[in-house]
Nanobody, 114 residues
Framework: QVQLAESGGGLAQPGESLRLSCVGS????????MSWARQVPGKGLEWLSG????????SYADSVKGRFTISRDSIKNTMYLQMNDLKVEDTAVYFC???????WGRGTQVTVSS
């Protein structure tokens, strides 16, 4: 069955970097566009970034543009989110998703605090 597994979250100080990974299985990873989103407890889901199946076309929310970079390695069935210059307001649970479907990972917690 389709599975998405995020990893790479943790605790970082403001200004530091983290790289999230999302490994997909149970589907042909290379054929699907993918995306990242995050959620703060008590708030709605915020879409962050998307990447097309070709790995070249990407898009970003204004809140992360210039700081976060999405990429993918279809050989490894893995999508990444490089997060630089982290801010306290980036604290959230981060999820990956197969675009256009209701398949989500379980999420990974990112906490940014001094």
């Amino acid at each position: 069955q389709v599975q998405l597994a995020e990893s790479g979250g943790g605790l970082a100080q403001p200004g530091e970097s983290l790289r999230l990974s999302c490994v997909g299985s149970g589907f042909t990873f290379s054929q699907y566009s993918m995306s990242w989103a995050r959620q703060v407890p008590g708030k709605g889901l915020e879409w962050l970034s998307g990447i097309y199946s070709n790995g070249t076309d990407t898009s970003y929310a204004d809140s992360v543009k210039g700081r976060f970079t999405i990429s993918r390695d279809s050989i490894k069935n893995t999508m990444y989110l490089q997060m630089n210059d982290l801010k306290v307001e980036d604290t959230a649970v981060y999820f990956c998703k197969i675009a256009g479907t209701n398949y989500w990972g379980r999420g990974t917690q990112v906490t940014v605090s001094s």
